[in-house]
Each structure stands twice: as structure tokens, then as C-alpha cells.
């Protein structure tokens, strides 16, 4: 007579009922039944332009699309006032120096991305996008060694087909409350008070950090002194908003 062990059973139909319900629960979270929290529901319909802080923060963001010098004189200028940013990164920036995008990470700064190529993603098949923006996270995060939260439209525009990609990636999509029009060809006196006049509790600002802009490490300094003067904490993004707001 085959001999069977009663605890053995419970034991194992334990573990299987578990292992049901975990399958069970990431399909329903993956199924278009999910009703999302409201902090998902709300990076899935908007990007983030700015935060409602409990105190006077501001989030100092820029963009790295071309080349490394004016890069560099901004990294050295935070770092001599103590202030962290989130940079933002293209993909041919991210191929062409990468130990840059590292050194953007060894001093403290966060690093998001800019997708893989440096277009208007409006009007692109919804899942060329989402292939665009998984290819540009895997790139960045191998780079720095863990995963990848945000990302910028290259053009500042995020209709519904690219909210809806970076969704599906992962991603927090993050325009800007505040563009510093430093890519305008602004002398850095029109940067300066630009940024320094209009900034507000919450937002994130928009700064360049490539080559083609020479102004805004000049203003750099004076931005920060400007923000800190009005009282304003400058911090990264994720020190804005909580980490269950996206």
C-alpha cells in the first residue's frame, strides 16, 4: 500500500496555490482590466512638469545631446555650489561617452534619458516608440548599472501615443514647467533673469548641457545664486516627487 504523507500535500498545494496566484495577479496587472493607482494614472495620462513641494524646491534639469565640454564646466559648477541636477541623456551621446554619462552618475547627479534618437516622437507608431525608449533604458542602465525612471520627449511634446510608450517602458515621462530658452541663443544675462524671475515652488526647470550653448555655463552660477536667494532648494526630480508618483 503506497504511503502518503498528508503534510507533504499541504505543504505542496501551498506553494502551488501561491504560485497561481502570483501568475494570476502579473497578468491581471498587465491586462487593460487593471485599474491603475491614481499616481500611475497620472503619469500615464501627463508628464510630469512639476511637483506640489512641501517647501521651496525646484528641479534644475538639462539636457546632454552633443558633446562634452560645456558638460563638464556645468558639472564643476554644481559641484562647487553643492547642488544636484538630473541630466537627461541622447543615445549618441550615451554611445560616444559613455564614461561622461558615469561621471554625470559618480557625482551624485541623477541621469534619465532622452531616447535613442533626438527627434519629435509625436505622430510615430506607438510601438516604434516603445521600441525606441526600451533600447535607450537598457543602453543607459547598463551604463550605470541599475535601472533607468525618467525620460524627456527630445521635443518638450507629449501627446497621448508617447505617454502611453513610456508607460509601457517603465519610464516617467518629464517635460518642464520652465524652459531656460538657453538653446535659443539667449545671452546668459536673458538666461539669468529668465530663470531666475519666473521660477515657482515646484517646477522643473529645463537647462542645456551640450556644446552648441555656450551661455548657460556662464549663467550657471548666477541661476543657482538667483534661486537660492529667493529661497528655492534646488534638488533632482526624484527628490521633488515621491517615488510612487509615477
Given at each position: 500500500m503506497?504511503?502518503?504523507?498528508?503534510?507533504?500535500?499541504?505543504?505542496?498545494?501551498?506553494?502551488?496555490?501561491?504560485?497561481?496566484?502570483?501568475?494570476?495577479?502579473?497578468?491581471?496587472?498587465?491586462?487593460?482590466?487593471?485599474?491603475?493607482?491614481?499616481?500611475?494614472?497620472?503619469?500615464?495620462?501627463?508628464?510630469?512638469?512639476?511637483?506640489?513641494?512641501?517647501?521651496?524646491?525646484?528641479?534644475?534639469?538639462?539636457?546632454?545631446?552633443?558633446?562634452k565640454?560645456?558638460?563638464a564646466?556645468i558639472?564643476?559648477?554644481?559641484?562647487?555650489?553643492?547642488?544636484?541636477?538630473?541630466f537627461?541623456?541622447g543615445?549618441?551621446?550615451?554611445?560616444?561617452y559613455p564614461d561622461?554619462?558615469?561621471?554625470?552618475a559618480?557625482?551624485?547627479?541623477?541621469?534619465?534619458?532622452l531616447?535613442?534618437?533626438?527627434?519629435?516622437?509625436?505622430?510615430?507608431?506607438?510601438?516604434?516608440?516603445?521600441?525606441?525608449?526600451?533600447?535607450?533604458?537598457?543602453?543607459?542602465?547598463?551604463?550605470?548599472?541599475?535601472?533607468?525612471?525618467?525620460?524627456?520627449?527630445?521635443?518638450?511634446?507629449?501627446p497621448?501615443?508617447?505617454?502611453?510608450?513610456?508607460?509601457?517602458?517603465?519610464?516617467?515621462?518629464?517635460?518642464?514647467a520652465?524652459?531656460?530658452?538657453?538653446?535659443?541663443?539667449?545671452?546668459a544675462?536673458?538666461?539669468?533673469?529668465?530663470v531666475v524671475?519666473?521660477?515657482?515652488?515646484?517646477?522643473?526647470?529645463?537647462?542645456?548641457a551640450?556644446?552648441?550653448?555656450?551661455?548657460?555655463?556662464?549663467?550657471?552660477?548666477?541661476?543657482?545664486?538667483?534661486?537660492?536667494?529667493?529661497?528655492?532648494?534646488?534638488?533632482?526630480?526624484?527628490?521633488?516627487?515621491?517615488?510612487?508618483?509615477?
Amino acid at each position: 500500500m503506497l504511503f502518503i504523507d498528508r503534510a507533504w500535500l499541504v505543504r505542496r498545494a501551498v506553494v502551488v496555490a501561491t504560485l497561481c496566484l502570483a501568475l494570476f495577479t502579473i497578468s491581471f496587472l498587465r491586462s487593460p482590466a487593471f485599474q491603475p493607482t491614481a499616481a500611475t494614472a497620472w503619469q500615464a495620462d501627463r508628464p510630469l512638469t512639476r511637483a506640489d513641494s512641501p517647501d521651496d524646491r525646484v528641479a534644475l534639469t538639462f539636457d546632454v545631446t552633443w558633446q562634452k565640454q560645456e558638460l563638464a564646466k556645468i558639472l564643476d559648477i554644481l559641484d562647487q555650489a553643492g547642488v544636484k541636477a538630473t541630466f537627461f541623456v541622447g543615445g549618441t551621446f550615451l554611445q560616444l561617452y559613455p564614461d561622461m554619462v558615469k561621471e554625470i552618475a559618480r557625482r551624485g547627479h541623477e541621469v534619465g534619458t532622452l531616447g535613442q534618437q533626438i527627434r519629435d516622437l509625436s505622430g510615430m507608431p506607438e510601438n516604434e516608440i516603445v521600441s525606441n525608449l526600451l533600447g535607450s533604458q537598457s543602453a543607459l542602465a547598463k551604463i550605470l548599472g541599475g535601472p533607468v525612471r525618467y525620460f524627456r520627449p527630445p521635443s518638450g511634446k507629449a501627446p497621448p501615443e508617447v505617454l502611453r510608450a513610456a508607460h509601457q517602458a517603465r519610464l516617467v515621462t518629464v517635460t518642464y514647467a520652465l524652459d531656460g530658452q538657453d538653446h535659443l541663443g539667449l545671452t546668459a544675462d536673458q538666461i539669468v533673469r529668465r530663470v531666475v524671475r519666473k521660477a515657482q515652488r515646484g517646477d522643473i526647470i529645463r537647462l542645456t548641457a551640450s556644446d552648441f550653448v555656450t551661455e548657460t555655463a556662464e549663467a550657471l552660477p548666477r541661476i543657482l545664486e538667483g534661486l537660492q536667494r529667493r529661497g528655492f532648494k534646488l534638488v533632482r526630480i526624484s527628490d521633488l516627487v515621491p517615488a510612487d508618483d509615477g
